[in-house]
């Protein structure tokens, strides 16, 4: 630090930020898992949209973690609105 008129010199390197936005409903791993079986379908020649995204989405948490469903009494309800934010969040649009 190099005084100069009562104002000290700090070079800034880098300022972290927190993230922006909302959480995501699913964590990492199993978004991964989503964006893989997403991609292997469109690779295939099939037809995504939003409804396949929710039921692929829904299964792999009837999989993994049930209980963390709205039917099974848990918080996540999978709707066309997250479909939506999850094409344009992994550009898949």
Not at 7 to 31: A, T
């Amino acid at each position: 630090m190099v005084k100069d008129g009562g104002v000290d010199d700090i070079k800034v390197r880098e300022i972290n930020s927190k993230k922006r936005g909302r959480p995501s409903y699913l964590n990492d791993q199993l978004k991964e898992e989503l964006k893989a079986y997403i991609t292997a379908l469109r690779a295939g020649g099939g037809v995504v949209n939003s409804s396949i995204v929710i039921s692929a989405a829904t299964g792999i948490l009837m999989e993994r973690n049930p209980l963390s469903l709205e039917c099974n009494g848990g918080h996540l309800s999978l709707k066309k609105g997250w479909a939506r934010c999850f094409f344009e969040t992994n550009e898949f649009c």
